[in-house]
């Protein structure tokens, strides 16, 4: 059965690859945030051109799969002598793919703000970017934040995709020891377990802020 | 541009006004002035125009065509274009407060924070400045104790309070009313109304859509009559109330009453 040997000796090394998954997800989620706001903006700009542009940005993410789009910023770009590495281009991928799925996210957050809320805040004088950035976005993220919580768990998953692009994250070093001990289920059972353990703390912490949000409220 | 009646003190000038939703003519060649410290009530049928009125008053609906006149400066002046628009439009609206029907605070800031979020972030005021300013109209509504709820815990009553308190907030010349009565428990009427007639006895100008004849009767310079996005027929409370001439309002005045039976 399961050689716990393997598991004890080889653990530690696992659990250092996961510090750099979880480097990857935190600025992928970070950017991944700020490329999603701002598309949800332009799709709902007033101006057709930007509208335009969300839209594109939105629809091209989420109609071709992640693993093309990685392979097109690491491989292709250099090409057209852009070249930004491993950890770049996997931190951009995964920040734009992300990103497109925010964007459609926050989108339905800024429409679920009744449309009272806005008349409200341009009847005391608000301009519409302070409008929006403080009376309607507050509250559109907080309507958003389950499903933003959401995207970030499949961001977390998503990550060991990078491990095709030399980035010797979680997946890479499981798939490298297998390599040297022939332990191919003892390797990926942990590293499925560290990965459990991340999404399921992401949770865990995103189940806390939404209590703290509704308390807020009340 | 400044308006032909700029002299007379008029807080409010309307002229041929209209506006369309598509082919549904809401308001036709409304004529309409509200003088400084003048309150003037609103009446009439269901779907007649009023709130579609009040809120071209500030722009929230845009004429379709017509001036309007917010102290002898207009509204829609279509000589502004874009960013040129919005702050000539804020400008007016710093100073043209308005009290909505279903209140409108915002849920994510306490009491406070809601009267004080203006002040401090359209008219640059300090926060202290803004929040003893606050502090002193929430007491004024009656609310001091509620500074640091979230609107989601207080009664409609006391929502409608801290909306008239927001808007008083940026120390506004006029004060619109749309139905700010109208979504509350019969019982928590009372102490919206006697707020908002405080305000007029303090000489403030108020356009009141309302359905409280009683408070049009008592506190009311002007009663204006609304049906079918025409005023019909407008005067004094007693004039209007006692001695209507328009078969219209008659009928709706009897409809009103036998409602209130
Ligand atoms: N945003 C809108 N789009 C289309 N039609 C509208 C819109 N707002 C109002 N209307 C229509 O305009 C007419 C007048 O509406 P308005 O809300 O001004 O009436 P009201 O006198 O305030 O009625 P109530 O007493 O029910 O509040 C109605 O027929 C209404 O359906
Ligand atoms: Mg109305």
Redesign the interface.
Known sequence: MLDWGTIVHYFPFLLKATLLTLKISLISLLFGFLFGLVAALLKLSPNGLLRLIGGFYVWIIRSTPLLVQLFLIYFGLPQLGIDLGPFMSGVLALALNTGAYNAETIRGGIISV?S??L??????????A?AMR??VL??AI?VAIPALGNNFVILIKDTSLVSTITLVELTLTAQRLIGSTYKPFEMYLMAAFLYAILTTTTSVLLGKLETRIAV??? | MSSPDAESMQMIEIHNLKKNFGDNEVLKNIHFNVKKSEVVAIIGPSGSGKSTLLRCVNHLEEPTSGEIYVEGVLLNDKSLKGRAFQRHLNQIRTKVGMVFQQFNLFPHMTALENVMEAPVNVLKETKADAEKTARELLDKVGIAEKADSYPGTLSGGQKQRVAIARALAMNPDVMLFDEATSALDPELVGEVLRVMENLAKEGMTMLVVTHEMGFADRVADRVVFMADGYIVEEGTPAELFRNPKNERTQKFLADVAHADV
């Open positions: 009744p009272g809320q008349e409200a805040a341009r009847s005391l004088g608000m301009g519409p302070l403080r009376i507050p509250q907080r807020e409220r009340r």
